[in-house]
């Protein structure tokens, strides 16, 4: 193979100057996807409802990585909220090239005693505010005539999860699954890369903190996963990286499912 050829595979993956967006990067996976896109070059705006988490994290990123971040507190279930983050970045940074969804909420509940009020904010978390994040970036990008959108599911969007009872949560994941494969047939024609990649049981804090009140939950999710351990919310960056790079604009409408072999069973 030519040299010529392997320094353009390479430079598949050139992402310095980029600009992103990435929702819930106060979380665990968001941070560590802000992490790798900041070491990538790329400048991000960290949007989440905690303001002292994106604002540690933008300290960190730019001290480390020399680029440009945003921390932008923003509750993406409010239309108002969203359309006011998005004007910043856009008078910061001119442009959005990359938007990655990472926020979300979890809960288990039966289903049998399971209240409207925590229907309704699974919902609302889970997939309207991807939906708002989708949409008023998407329009940026249509302008443009480029974007790479990933949002973060769930296996739990393709399989029930055991012995946990979490009918809304799947569905909401389910629902960022079917929303990205339809943002991806309807933009398409504007050079819009939409996918998805569903994690499997990883480590970070809004797992640990389910796990507080059943514990004996992880003992038997375990060994349903072949690779023999949970993510690490590293394991979950190589995936975005790679659907958001120039190596990824054959792929979309694709949900990308990380889960160390779970749902092969």
Request: charged content about 20%; proline content about 3%.
């Amino acid at each position: 193979m030519s040299a010529t050829l392997l320094k353009s595979v390479k430079g598949l993956f050139e992402l310095s100057g980029k600009k992103a967006v990435v929702t819930g990067s106060g979380g665990g996976i968001g941070s560590a996807i802000a992490h790798g896109f900041a070491e990538f070059g790329v400048d991000v705006a960290l949007l989440d409802v905690n303001a002292e988490s994106i604002k540690n994290l933008k300290i960190e990123l730019e001290e480390r990585f020399q680029v440009k971040v945003l921390a932008l507190p923003t509750d993406v279930t409010d239309s108002k909220q969203v359309e006011d983050a998005v004007k910043v970045v856009v008078n910061s940074f001119g442009r959005v090239d990359i938007l990655v969804n990472c926020h979300g909420i979890g809960q288990w509940s039966r289903a049998d005693e399971m209240s409207e009020k925590d229907w309704d904010r699974m919902l609302n978390v889970n997939l309207n505010g991807v939906f708002l994040m989708c949409q008023t970036i998407g329009r940026l990008m249509i302008k443009q005539r480029y974007g790479k959108i990933v949002n973060i599911a769930s296996m739990s969007a393709n399989i029930v999860n055991k012995p946990q009872p979490q009918a809304h949560y799947n569905a909401s994941k389910a629902g960022v699954v079917m929303l990205t494969k339809s943002l991806a047939g309807e933009w398409a024609k504007y050079n819009i890369n939409v996918n998805s990649v569903s994690p499997g049981y990883t480590l970070t804090p809004l797992v640990e903190d389910l796990l507080k009140s059943q514990p004996e939950y992880a003992d038997y999710w375990k060994p349903q996963v072949p690779i023999g351990r949970f993510a690490e919310p590293l394991d979950i960056v190589g995936a975005i990286i790679f659907l958001v790079s120039e190596a990824a604009n054959y792929v979309t409408g694709h949900d990308l499912v990380v889960d160390g072999g779970y749902t092969i069973w």
